[in-house]
């Protein structure tokens, strides 16, 4: 199994920054994808970045594209979020998700507020 720990939620002021990050831990050889999605106060889920190890291909939604930056850890089964120019619409509670040839696996989430 994997394990993924979130960390780096905050409250933060529109225009601002913030970055979260995730580890993995366990059986980590066998994740070939990280991703972060985000679940509004309205409960919705909205898949936000990911990137594929190797190549290093990433990808973003279109409702932070140009604002945030997705990156690995060096050496690590580890991402991080870089989020600039935060809108109140980017409050949610940020999941990160790793991926495995057989499943996904959830992180616990971490909280992500953007109020003046």
């Known amino acids: 199994d994997v394990q993924l720990q979130a960390s780096g939620g905050g409250l933060v002021q529109p225009g601002g920054s913030l970055s979260v990050s995730c580890l993995a831990s366990?059986?980590?050889?066998?994740?070939?994808?990280m991703a972060w999605v985000r679940q509004t106060p309205g409960k919705e889920f909205e898949w936000v970045s990911g990137?594929?190890?190797?190549?290093?291909?990433?990808s973003y939604s279109d409702s932070v594209k140009g604002r945030f930056t997705i990156s690995r850890d060096n050496g690590k089964t580890a991402v991080s979020l870089q989020m600039n120019g935060l809108k109140v619409e980017d409050t949610a509670v940020y999941y990160c998700?790793?991926?495995?040839?057989?499943?996904?696996?959830w992180g616990q989430g971490t909280l992500v507020t953007v109020s003046s």
């Open positions: 998700v790793g991926a495995t040839p057989e499943r996904d696996y």
């Open positions: 366990g059986s980590t050889s066998s994740v070939d994808a």
């Open positions: 990137i594929i190890f190797g190549n290093e291909w990433t």
